[in-house]
């Protein structure tokens, strides 16, 4: 599809603030830029190419244009002070002309290195991966999706299976073969150690981190052991501490911390990892796993980003052994149990467990093989009067 989600409330923002657009690196964000910046005229500076670079150093950006693009500008150590004066210089009572897009393959407030801070002066906006409802061009409606999850439209399912196998990334999706899909995988963590981690970071064993990147496909949907890879890879914690930090700085992976109370015995401290390239998982069922991590991951993103409002996504695991894969905390409160399955339709006696014990008001066990004829709705416990057993097709569906 040529129109990506995020695009209109980007333009909206874009009438009185900065915009920084972050995400992963080639999940479209200057294609989203450009797109933008096609409605009228604009001027793109690449901190990557030399000659742009010393423009933005210099401070000769022309500014006799409408829209200014900034790409991978988190790797200039003085990006916020640069930024915040390029702002108070044009910021109208009622407008800011030119408009300002920022885009960056990592988390530019991480990279900040202190200085001047830009609170009050822009919107942040994280583009992922396409997911099964924006591929499929299906209207998002924020919570009612999951609200009334037998009534919405479902996306294509072989939008579905493209996903399955290829990820959300437009280059491995669009080009449709297991083959180019690879070529492309390789080349990609590649590029993220040799690229992205040489420009931003001061790493001396590059070709560790390019053996934990690769190591990490057998931890997809699992809680990270650190001490475990240390010993595989013959390095110190903290220095596998360290690697794992840069890839959630660059958005190859990121982590779910555990949710629950004390009185059911949760676990506190151990997180699970997942990739946004979900391909990478390294079985079926890992892979779904990610996948819908993925998806919710997104939801809450959207939900922050652009509605304005606190919701968490955290995993459940007690110490006798319960595990509910994801929970969607909404202002820190419980929203919502889900459980996935790869073809295992009989209802988790952990998500039983779980909502036995904790109030949710909504409650989905996620079969990714399961028919649509087979689709149920079961009594639930507590606050959820209902389960709802549903396909992956119907779930991801109804999420951003």
Not at 72 to 99: A, I, V
Not at 107 to 134: C, K, M, N, V
Not at 222 to 238: G, H, Q, T
């Amino acid at each position: 599809m040529e129109t990506r989600r995020l695009q209109a409330p980007i333009r909206q923002d874009l009438q009185n603030k900065i915009v920084i657009l972050s995400g992963p690196r080639q999940c479209g964000k200057t294609t989203i830029a450009r797109k933008i910046a096609s409605f009228s005229e604009s001027r793109y500076y690449n901190w990557d190419n030399q000659k742009d670079r010393l423009i933005i150093q210099n401070n000769e950006i022309d500014l006799n244009t409408k829209i200014l693009l900034f790409d991978e500008l988190h790797k200039f150590r003085r990006w916020r002070g640069f930024l915040k004066g390029l702002y108070d210089q044009l910021k109208e009572p009622d407008h800011l002309e030119p408009q300002i897009l920022v885009t960056g393959s990592g988390r530019l407030e991480a990279y900040s290195h202190g200085g001047d801070s830009l609170q009050g002066r822009y919107f942040g906006h994280r583009l992922h991966p396409f997911t099964l409802s924006e591929l499929s061009g299906l209207p998002f409606q924020n919570t009612a999706g999951l609200e009334n999850i037998f009534d919405l439209p479902l996306g294509k399912k072989d939008h579905l299976d493209a996903l399955f196998q290829f990820s959300g990334f437009p280059e491995p999706l669009l080009a449709g073969s297991n083959r180019n899909a690879n070529r492309w995988r390789n080349a990609y963590s590649e590029r993220l150690v040799q690229e992205d981690v040489r420009s931003l970071e001061n790493i001396k064993e590059l070709e560790k981190m390019e053996l934990l990147y690769d190591r990490l496909s057998d931890c997809a949907g699992s809680v990270l052991s650190i001490n475990s890879l240390r010993e595989d890879l013959e390095v110190a914690f903290e220095t596998v501490r360290n690697y794992i930090l840069i890839f959630e700085k660059l958005y190859a992976i990121f982590r779910i911390p555990p949710f629950g109370p004390a009185r059911i015995k949760a676990v506190k401290k151990e997180q699970k990892l997942y990739f946004f390239d979900w391909a990478r998982a390294g079985s079926d069922g890992s892979r779904i796993e990610n996948m819908i991590a993925l998806h919710l991951l997104r939801f809450v993103h959207w939900m922050h980003d652009v509605e304005g409002e606190k919701w968490d996504l955290r995993y459940f695991r007690n110490r006798d052994g319960h595990e509910v894969d994801f929970v969607l905390l909404k202002n820190r409160k419980p929203w919502a149990a889900i459980e996935c399955k790869l073809g295992d339709a009989n209802l988790s006696p952990s998500l039983k467990y779980l909502l036995e014990r904790v109030e949710f008001p909504h409650a989905f066990q996620v079969v990714h093989d399961l028919p649509l004829e087979k689709e149920k709705s079961i009594a639930g416990f507590g606050k959820a009067k209902k389960i709802h057993i549903v396909s992956s097709r119907r779930f991801l569906s109804a999420l951003a």
